[in-house]
Structures are given as structure tokens and as C-alpha cells.
Antibody, heavy 117, light 110 residues
Framework: EVQLVESGGGLVQPGGSLRLSCAASGFTFSSNWMSWVRQTPGKGLEWVANIKGDGGEKYYGDSVEGRFTISRDNAKNSLYLQGNSLRTEDTAVYYC??????????WGQGTLVTVSS | HSALTQPPSAPGSPGQSVTISCTGTSSDVGGYNYVSWYQQHPGKAPKLMIFEVTKRPSGVPDRFSGSKSGNTASLTVSGLQAEDEADYYCFSYAGGNNFVFGTGTKVTVL
């Protein structure tokens, strides 16, 4: 059974940093593109970033380019998202998701990041 | 890339059909057959319902179907059931390494 479990969310002050983790199991992690997707409270979904199976390609949405870094450790079956210079508008539930073609076929339960003073 | 446009709400009675539209441009929905649809119940993670415009993942009822015409994709839920009441989001590849979600539609079963 495919499982994705996020962790690392919490309260961060504006300008601060946070590192999110996603533990994957039930599939060959290194064979899949993985993504982070976020959802602002009461609003819609936004694709944040994705990374190729071998970590050799990484891409970011416009709103996080230059501030967030996606990475992975295939030996640990884990996906990460490092966010720096956080803004109040980065407040959201962050999901990790497995990519299949142009879609996301499995999602984690999400972890809430609140950016506030 | 701007969010794809969806109607805010789509009401329907049990047993009826509802169709949700997802309007983009020739740079996203109209340019690629990589449109997917997600169902999200309150407090839960999104669930993949349709991928590559018309394909259903294993386990998704055949009451759910997808289509596309020009720059507009559509999700149809036939034989509406109480459990179908949820938010639905479309998603499209937008060229390069760009992706865009729709604004979301709340399906209400009357």
C-alpha cells in the first residue's frame, strides 16, 4: 500500500525558515517524480515544486522560486521542502504527492504551516 | 500562469448528473492532454478521479467521466450520490515545467 506521511509543519515568524519532510512507502520511491502541493486556508490548491526520481531535475512555481528548495533522499525514501524567507501568504497545508504523468495519484495527509508574528 | 476557471458551485439532486467545466487557454488545457480532476472532502487530502482528460484510476466509479473541447475540460458525475458532495479541482500541464490548478467547484447534493 502506498503511503505518504508529511511532518515538520508548525508556526513560523515572517522571514523565518521551515523544513518539511515526507516519508514514502509501498512503492519504488526512486522511480517516481514527486511534488509538493499546498492549499491555503479556505482556498484552492497550488502546485509548489517537483523533483525527478534521481533528483537531477527540480522545478518550482513562480510564487516560491528562489525561496523554496525541494530535495529527496532515495536511500531514506524521503522527500523534503526547505522554505526560507517565509511570508504570511505561505500559510497553507502542504501536501506531498506522487506524480504519474501529469497527475498526482497518491497524496499525503498534509502538514499545516502557519506564518505569523 | 493564472488559475483555470471553474464555476464556484454545481448543485444536483440524487440520481441526476452534474457537469463541471474547467476553462483555460491554448497554453494549458487546450494545448495538452494532461488534464486531471481531484475530489476533496472537508479535512481530507485530494483524491485523483480522472487523469489524461478521460482516464479513470482503478477504484474510481464509472459514474465519473472526463472530456475536453478546445480550451475547456469537463468532469461529469452521473447518478449523483450523497457521497459525491465535495470540492472538485481540475489541474493541467501548462508547458515547460509549469502546472496550474483550477479555482475549485463545490458540488452539492440537494
Amino acid at each position: 500500500e502506498v503511503q505518504l506521511v508529511e511532518s515538520g509543519g508548525g508556526l513560523v515568524q515572517p522571514g523565518g525558515s521551515l523544513r518539511l519532510s515526507c516519508a514514502a512507502s509501498g512503492f519504488t520511491f526512486s522511480s517516481n517524480w514527486m511534488s509538493w502541493v499546498r492549499q491555503t486556508p479556505g482556498k484552492g490548491l497550488e502546485w509548489v515544486a517537483n523533483i525527478k526520481g534521481d533528483g537531477g531535475e527540480k522545478y518550482y512555481g513562480d510564487s516560491v522560486e528562489g525561496r523554496f528548495t525541494i530535495s529527496r533522499d532515495n536511500a531514506k525514501n524521503s522527500l523534503y521542502l526547505q522554505g526560507n524567507s517565509l511570508r504570511t501568504e505561505d500559510t497553507a497545508v502542504y501536501y506531498c504527492a506522487r506524480n504519474v504523468g501529469g497527475a498526482f495519484d497518491y497524496w499525503g495527509q498534509g502538514t499545516l504551516v502557519t506564518v505569523s508574528s | 500562469h493564472s488559475a483555470l476557471t471553474q464555476p464556484p458551485s454545481a448543485p444536483g439532486s440524487p440520481g441526476q448528473s452534474v457537469t463541471i467545466s474547467c476553462t483555460g487557454t491554448s497554453s494549458d488545457v487546450g494545448g495538452y492532454n494532461y488534464v486531471s480532476w481531484y475530489q476533496q472532502h472537508p479535512g481530507k487530502a485530494p483524491k485523483l478521479m480522472i487523469f489524461e482528460v478521460t482516464k479513470r484510476p482503478s477504484g474510481v466509479p464509472d459514474r465519473f467521466s472526463g472530456s475536453k473541447s478546445g480550451n475547456t475540460a469537463s468532469l461529469t458525475v452521473s447518478g449523483l450520490q450523497a457521497e459525491d458532495e465535495a470540492d472538485y479541482y481540475c489541474f493541467s500541464y501548462a508547458g515547460g515545467n509549469n502546472f496550474v490548478f483550477g479555482t475549485g467547484t463545490k458540488v452539492t447534493v440537494l
